[in-house]
């Protein structure tokens, strides 16, 4: 009876440890397993990660600024500047870049500034550099815009029209004038009144700065509140009448 007993114990410690190692076997497995998929998928990520910053910085990347006429010509006639504005130092260790540097350069260039507002919106362009080299700057974008094939033309005629438009209204208010102080006095000498007593010449300046051309306009003028019914008609022909003569563009 107790090599029975010892028998059924040998039987269950074998049963036991084959079950043991079974359990470590598959455990390992598992473990195993999981690693080498965890590491896949980490290359896999990092592969993916890398090609995405990749792609997001070919997207990012600034476009090479176009080499026109006045690009090569205004970056030569800037870095002229640049190293004349260095020579002029008395200090032997002064360079060209603390002018200012090349990046501010290329913002030049691409922004083309015309005023000094603008120059704000250059890099590298604060209030002490716009106030040494601002005025330089922009003469400098505004000769070789001027020297352009392509914007020379279209800049003189935009400054001939603009010009012709001042010149226009110069002569429209001028005129204007005229004939509302002559209306006025005509209107006067029938009356038997003072010109001033139909409308002052304050209220003269309103009407040639507002130019009325309704009766509610012509309201707004401080002066006129009561005298539309009397005088207001008379007014805005003489207006109309006078922009009617005015020359025409060209």
Known sequence: QLGIMQGKRRRALITLAAYAAL?????????????????????????FTARAICARGRMSRPQPLQRDWLTESLSKSLKDYRVRKTREQDWEGFRPYMVFDDKTLESILEKRPASREELNDVHGCGPERIRKHGPDILRIVRENKLRDPTLAEEIRARGRSSQEEEERQAWLKKELSRNLKNWREEKAKERGWTAFRLFSDKALEDILEKRPATAEELRNIRGFENKIADIGQGILETIRDTELLRPAPG
């Open 23 to 47: 359990s470590t076997y598959l455990l390992t497995t598992v473990f195993c397993c999981g690693l080498q998929q965890g590491r896949w998928n980490g290359t896999r990520r990092s592969h």
